[in-house]
């Protein structure tokens, strides 16, 4: 072994190494400065003679080394991955985390355990530094003791300059649990409140010095590994007597709703697209992460730098055919705005973070005139109710929120400035808290509700469409219902005498509106899942369809369907199509749209994905191409479909039906050479029994994935796309509480107990905007291996 290299040329046996199969860090290592052109040749032959002495170094038996300052100081990717390196102990890279160095700039490799943590403990001090506590959007009317519908009343009222919001308290937490908080602290005080499933509370102290005592021993406080922060109370908008206040900060629903208004659609899209790339490069970052030590990264790792470490190629972004008033449902709440009026709107934050304020859909421009109209209806009649709106505070109150949901005319195209024109019917769905009333009263009220919407509707210009009005009785805190919640069809007057529809030919199972795309008819019911902007969805589906590779001889499993719209819009390129979906009136009304557009090649299963989805991939795949078929378990998925056929209009059509469409598979299972499965799953993402059942059987080999939240995306995708384990559910030590975690770390530590299968690669996304206006966006990507 010679000893004549230079400390430039320490990598010299790299260099010996393909190009293609250098890791990342060892290419981008820091190096030591070159010297200035004019002292090239001089300073370059004293260098080679000191360097020569520095590599020496690590082979001679000289006491005094001086190896340089970056020696050793990033970890080895070739160990890690392969436990072994051809560069021995002339690696300049470190074998491990014991024999890693601190870089010169203070700093630890970033892949290393103590550069993770580094960066951990950084990204939280500087989300801190960057949150704005000043955006509490409580006022001091919501620190009343005595409180009044909306969290308002005639209380006590207390000095601002004495009053302080808390900030990350336990949401679990109420006034009681507070106060022992501040007495365990030591903390003076005149006054505390806490709401539970906030993380805000409030203090007013007797004087000043009692408020800088306070906030000298509160401020930064840990609690329940938070930082505690102090905010200044948002002073009232309008004084008691109805005067502006100019100090009051205010935020108008079209900032809460639609935070992109305000840039032409080419910028909103070009800031959609980049924040998709972002959820690209993420992917690649979590996957080198969750690859198991000893294994070579997956090829589309690796391909991801001559992309921009993009984990596949982003194709672009699709627009949106209809930007402004694009939405066929929209959900308004009841409460009270800032000024304390009652009013039928949105939400201007979430009400854990401190916002309860509600205020008109004033100049939102994703939202209809017509679900506009429909909400100042609801707002006047609410003014002259008897029965109270629902209070966040006490969490009691009866009207809660206003559903109105558009169904368009068949292959009518509209632009911007006259979206209503294509709106044929509409349903509205009240949701109520019957808790606690009397039932004359209720009854009362629901006939002068429908009146008030059936003459609302009349005397708008033109007049507005009403086909179905339907009350849900909700009792939960939030506004989100379960599938299940019971729901009550309302009469509505159709004649100026006061008349009723005869409600005895309007029965439930036909509180349901129409909507078309791709010129099939669907029938939707009121808590259906059915993409919010039609439009668009047809040309989402339609890039679905393209991706996968369909044909008469594929099954296509169609997961999370909804009211199947992406199954049987694409019915007629496959030879099956096997839905599967949670909420029972969905599969019902999928059902029925299968049987209004004629299409007979799609089944549909009225349950959670997670628990039939793996014994479906086996029964339907699990069979040789020569092998005649036994008889399928039809039983098992008549007791699945029991619950949609429960609220079915007619159950003998139904069970005719049933009889005819298994027919054919009691002869023979159909044998189908390509498996496709499109999944569109609701904002959390699919459930890992999904994932795992996806993942594992060996004759799915194509994947389209179409989310809502890239960011969900992503976590899965890690879990599809990874390498498996050698030996799994042995790698969990270690590591954080799960609830703790982010989704791409949850994942990761999932993917490690995956069972060995062959895992999927990314191959294309792309972005597709659903939601103008909004910093939403729809990603569609394609998987397969």
């Known amino acids: 072994m ?4 230079s400390v430039d040329e320490l990598p010299s046996a790299a260099a010996e190494t393909p190009t293609s199969q250098i890791p990342s860090d060892i290419t981008s290592a820091p190096v030591d400065p070159i010297p200035a052109s004019d002292d090239v040749e001089a300073v370059g032959e004293k260098r080679k003679r000191e360097d020569e002495n520095t590599t020496n170094n690590l082979e001679s038996s000289d006491p005094n080394p001086t190896p340089s300052p970056w020696f050793k100081t990033s970890l080895c990717s070739y160990f890690r991955r392969q436990g072994s390196c051809s560069h021995g102990a002339t690696c300049k890279y470190a074998h491990g985390e014991k ?17 993770k943590k580094a960066k951990m403990s950084e990204n939280a001090v ?20 005595n409180d009044g519908e909306g969290g308002g009343g005639e209380g006590v009222v207390h000095d601002l300059s004495l009053s302080k919001c808390l900030v990350h308290l336990p949401t679990k937490w109420q006034s009681d649990d507070l106060k022992t908080f501040l007495r365990e602290q030591g903390v003076e005080y005149k006054f505390a409140k806490k709401r539970r499933g906030m993380m805000v509370g409030f203090l007013t102290f007797e004087n000043a010095e009692q408020l800088k005592n306070g906030v000298e021993i509160l401020e ?12 200044d109370v948002l002073p009232r908008t309008f004084d008691k007597n109805g005067a502006k206040n100019p100090a009051a900060k205010l935020k108008s629903a079209r900032e809460a709703v639609t935070p992109l208004a305000d840039l032409s659609y080419a910028d909103q899209l070009e800031q959609k697209k980049a924040s998709i790339a972002q959820m690209l490069k993420k992917l690649t970052r979590n996957a080198r992460k969750a690859c198991p030590n000893g294994k070579s990264l997956p090829e589309w790792v690796l391909q991801s730098r001559e992309i921009g470490g993009l984990s596949c190629k982003l194709e672009g972004i699709i627009e949106s055919p209809l930007v402004n008033g694009y939405r066929n449902k929209c959900e308004f709440s009841t409460g009270y705005s800032v000024e304390g009026k009652l009013t039928v709107g949105f939400m201007l934050g979430n009400f854990s973070a401190g916002v309860t304020a509600v205020e008109e859909a004033v100049n939102c421009p994703n939202i209809s005139k017509l679900a506009c109209r429909y909400a100042s209806i609801f707002q006047s009649f609410l003014e002259k109710s008897r029965l109270p709106v629902w209070n966040r505070f006490k969490s009691c109150g009866f009207w809660r929120q206003l559903t109105v949901r558009e169904g368009s005319k068949p292959g009518v195209v509209s632009n911007d400035e006259d979206a209503d024109s294509r709106i044929a019917e509409v349903l509205l769905m009240v949701q109520v808290c019957t808790k606690d009333t009397d039932e004359a009263e209720v009854a009362t009220e629901f006939e002068e509700l429908a009146k008030a919407f059936a003459e609302g509707a009349k005397a708008s210009s033109p007049p507005l469409p009403l086909t179905v009005l339907v009350v849900q009785d909700h009792v939960g805190i939030s506004n989100v219902a379960p599938p299940d919640c019971p729901l009550r069809l309302l009469p509505i007057p159709v004649s100026d005498n006061g008349t009723h529809q005869d409600q005895s030919t309007n029965v439930l199972t036909e509180a349901r509106i129409h909507d078309h795309i791709n010129n099939l008819r669907f029938s939707i019911s009121p808590t259906a899942f059915f993409q919010v902007n039609t439009c668009a969805a047809e040309k989402l589906y339609s890039l679905a369809g393209d991706w996968a590779d369909l044909g008469p001889d594929t099954l296509l499993f169609d997961v999370c369907c909804g009211t199947g719209t992406i199954g049987l819009t694409l019915a007629h390129r496959v030879g099956m199509v096997i839905g599967i979906e949670m909420n029972a009136s969905a599969v019902s009304d999928a059902e029925r749209n299968a049987k209004i557009n004629g299409i007979s090649n799609c089944k549909f299963i009225c349950s959670k994905a997670e628990d039939v989805m793996s014994s479906l991939l086996t029964e339907y795949l699990d069979v040789s191409e020569t092998e005649e078929a036994k008889p399928p378990s039809d039983d ?23 009889k005819n469409s298994s027919e ?24 890992p029994d999904v994932i795992k059942a996806l993942r594992t059987h060996p004759r799915l080999k194509t994947l389209v994935y179409i989310s809502c939240n890239p960011e969900t995306l992503v976590a899965n995708a890690i879990e599809l796309c990874t390498p498996s384990f050698e030996k799994t559910g042995q790698e969990n030590k270690g590591y954080r509480r799960q609830s703790r975690m982010g989704t791409a770390a949850l994942a990761r530590h999932r993917a490690k107990k995956m069972p060995a299968s062959e895992p999927f690669k990314p191959v294309k996304a792309m972005a597709v905007d659903l939601f103008p206006h909004t910093d939403h966006c729809e990603m569609v990507m394609l998987l397969n291996r």
Do not use: C, Y
């Open 126 to 145: 500087k989300e801190e530094e960057e949150e704005e506590v000043g955006d509490v959007m409580f006022t001091e009317e919501m620190m009343d003791e």
């Open 2 to 5: 010679t000893s004549s290299s």
């Open 220 to 231: 930064g406080k840990n609690v329940n590994n938070k930082s505690l922060k102090i905010a």
């Open 99 to 115: 024999e890693l160095r601190q870089k010169p700039d203070n700093t630890w490799d970033p892949t290393s355990e103590r550069g």
């Open 636 to 658: 098992d998925l008549d007791k699945q479909n029991s619950s949609a056929e429960e609220i079915s209009n007619s159950e003998d059509v139904q069970k005719t039906e049933q």
């Open 664 to 687: 054919p598979e009691r002869s023979t299972k159909p044998q189908f050479k390509n498996v496709v499965a499109i999944v569109d799953p609701p904002r959390p993402g699919l459930h």
